[in-house]
């Protein structure tokens, strides 16, 4: 049952072996966009993650609020490119690089690379308060989202039987700190499923009340919108009943209370969607990061010094050909992937350039869309402004087909029809409660 | 958003409140089925439990073999009975009772009952060996199902990167200790899982070589079922790869390995299916209980001395008036929780009898089946007995019609249907691993 033939970056001299070699760090937009670019047959790639899953990282918030299943927006990555020749998954850590020697370090042994791209991400950051993590979590993987719904359904199930009003109320209170895309996307969702899911189902607490406070410390919400678009946002947000605190800034975060804008706030749900800095992998490639730790990427984005290491999406920190700070978005990822591979393509096929004359990188904004509810969103495609119902449905139809694989689109399109016609949500399930004991009363 | 009103086991005064209260411990198919058996009107019904969801527990090898994930067989409790008047349900842990002042004591205070149905399942046993637990996991809860898929996916992938030959034999060894029907589908279900899911994904091993062993102490594997059956699930379990190992007793368990027959046998995958016990809230009630801590309960299934409490489902021991010994079934869990709620019903109509007086519960036999893989199966209806592809549809059709839950029953078919048709399975995601940090590379 154990094979050792094959081996990734071993000695073998099976004809396979004799291809190029590619590492790919990180299974997300960028990494698998890369993948795609590249012919099956003119490189060997080993994709190398922690996760055994590529996530959809825009519905994550949807887990995080019950809408849907952790399943739903994750495929396992040997899944996604079970029947690709010349290509290996491996699902372990890694822990440094060797770029002269061109190896990668994991946590259980090395991989000898010819190109090496580095697309692991972002982490959740907490602006210099790293100790403010565990009582503000952040939303970054399904671990992140599976807590969050943890938390969140827990809390109101212990208001239910809480006889201390204030220590009842605490609990029902959520707080979102951060006023960008994910900060409006949780903040709504959580305001719909107090006022529109849970609101039928307790008899000693009133859900449809719950406090769902949006702290943002810049004058408005998705500062990277139009004005327009973030006050029409704003106000879909307020209609829905959440508070939206703009221009106000966190001075300090406790368990189950916080401090913003000199008031003190009792919380038991707080939640941190403000900032995003690299995967601290980043820093491992000893060349310039910029205050985000990402790195500072060559035009063509390889990084100085080694033009056959690439460093992608969350990673890179660049301003484009056209002058335009290239976004942490998905798109960015998936064109930075796909520019990668057309450049590594070409060198595959004999076409040798130094960084300076290789086509540098060009950011396509196809526009930027956050939801807020049903019928609700905001989007900004080329200049074309929507809100309301329009922009939800643009957004309804862009996640769908960007949401990796058909079993996933079909369920994710179920349970959204589902719950738009029972306002009903089917991942309220507490799972992970009783740690590792199975064992106990009812 | 913190009403005090109507609150459950106080004081209040309000109509409602001066209907008789009952009582139910456990949201399993016993005390769903009593709480349906009770008309809305009649009487307050407040159940409490551990978990905040029913669990289809006859799919929840599915969940751990990778085949649906948590949502799909979890519906939480307060959905299920959304709309119902004088119901309400309580997250906590039963810690004791007062039978004299009919009182239930629990984790955030304690409840006053005119009826208590004590309906809190079972838990795996181990036969006095509860060192065993955490070296070969049981399945009866969602966090089991979900730590079982966690460790074998991992397991497969450790293999992968695995240079030594021994050690990556024993990650894709699994062995399920005990032949019933959980160890029975669980065997047959890693065996698919292996041999014809992940055996397309991995270079370095090979999943299809696996080794799957059952182990069964008794002469026969699901020795509840006629021999012919038994022989019949065997040949099937060995067609689809999995060793069966009948008449073997374990001697030891202890990480990474087990001894059985005198034999050591290396394996980082050992599951336990062989025994179940009464939950230890049981043995609070005070009365006898059996050798697996089940209370022996009154034909009626009322506590001896005590007529306004009931004990079903795993939690009760009993000879029914036919003679049968009532197995540990769903169908007797539901037949119990119906009998209960027919017994309370009419009392609350006036009808007061002693216990002697009472309907003695006649449990019905409506048959038995367990599915051991795609198109292989048994059934023993009313002795008509099936194998094969018939016994598998008949399996299909009934675990459908018992999953509660409309989208539940439309989300497990179209995924029964996409694995049938791709040999694929969709929740093949490790989540929980990098425990409660989401901070780190790749």
Redesign the interface.
């Known amino acids: 049952?154990?094979?050792?033939?094959?081996?990734?970056g071993g000695m073998s001299s099976s004809p396979e072996h004799r291809l190029p070699h590619i590492v790919v760090?990180?299974?997300g937009f960028a990494g698998l966009s890369f993948v795609k670019g590249i012919p099956a047959e003119a490189a060997r790639i080993t994709i190398?993650?922690?996760?055994?899953?590529h996530l959809f990282q825009p519905l994550l918030y949807q887990v995080a609020t019950a809408g849907l299943?952790?399943?739903?927006i994750?495929q396992?990555v040997?899944?996604i490119f079970?029947?690709r020749p010349n290509f290996?998954?491996?699902?372990?850590?890694?822990?440094g690089f060797d770029l002269a020697d061109r190896r990668v370090r994991h946590a259980?042994?090395e991989l000898a690379y010819d190109y090496l791209v580095v697309a692991?991400?972002g982490?959740?950051s907490y602006f210099g308060h790293p100790e403010w993590e565990q009582f503000a979590?952040?939303l970054?993987?399904?671990?992140?989202a599976?807590?969050i719904r943890r938390q969140i359904?827990?809390s109101f199930?212990?208001?239910?039987?809480?006889?201390d009003?204030a220590k009842?109320?605490a609990a029902?209170t959520i707080v979102i700190i951060g006023g960008g895309p994910t900060g409006v996307e949780l903040a709504g969702s959580f305001a719909e499923l107090t006022r529109r899911v849970l609101n039928?189902?307790?008899?000693?607490?009133?859900?449809s009340?719950?406090?769902v406070l949006l702290i943002e410390g810049s004058p408005r919400v998705l500062a990277a919108f139009p004005a327009e678009l973030s006050a029409s946002a704003q106000r879909q947000l307020e209609k829905l009943g959440v508070e939206v605190r703009t221009g106000v800034h966190v001075e300090a975060v406790r368990q189950g209370e916080l401090v913003a804008g000199g008031q003190t706030i009792r919380a038991d749900n707080i939640f941190w969607g403000a900032g995003v800095s690299a995967?601290?992998?980043a820093r491992?490639l000893g060349v310039e990061t910029d205050r985000a730790g990402r790195v500072k990427v060559l035009p063509d984005l390889s990084i100085p010094g080694h033009p056959e290491v690439f460093a992608l999406g969350d990673m890179a920190s660049l301003v484009d050909a056209k002058g335009v700070t290239v976004p942490g978005v998905a798109q960015g990822a998936m064109q930075m992937g796909a520019h990668a591979a057309k450049l590594i393509r070409r060198e595959l096929r004999g076409e040798k350039l130094a960084p300076s004359g290789r086509e540098a990188f060009a950011y396509h904004d196809k526009g930027s869309m956050a939801t807020i509810g049903r019928s609700a969103a905001v989007a900004d495609i080329k200049g074309l402004k929507l809100s309301g119902y329009p922009a939800w449905i643009a957004w309804l139809t862009v996640h769908l087909l960007f949401l990796v694989g058909f079993?996933?689109k079909?369920?994710v399109l179920?349970?959204w029809i589902?719950s738009y016609l029972t306002y009903?949500r089917?991942?309220?399930?507490?799972?992970?409660?009783?740690?590792?004991k199975?064992?106990?009363?009812?």
């Not at 049952?1 to 990734?8: A, T």
């Not at 970054?140 to 992140?144: A, H, I, M, P, V």
């Not at 199975?438 to 009812?442: D, E, I, N």
């Open positions: 049952m154990c094979l050792r033939v094959g081996r990734v760090v990180g299974a190398i993650d922690r996760q055994n899953h299943s952790a399943v739903d994750a396992p040997r899944a079970g029947a290996s998954v491996l699902m372990s850590e890694v822990t259980h042994g692991a991400g982490v959740t979590p952040g970054k993987s399904l671990d992140d599976l807590r359904l827990s199930e212990r208001a239910e039987t809480e006889p009003a009842c109320e029902m039928r189902d307790f008899d000693h607490i009133d859900p009340k719950a406090r995967a601290p992998v491992q079993r996933s079909i369920s179920m349970q589902y009903k089917g991942a309220r399930i507490i799972t992970g409660v009783s740690g590792e199975s064992a106990g009363s009812a």
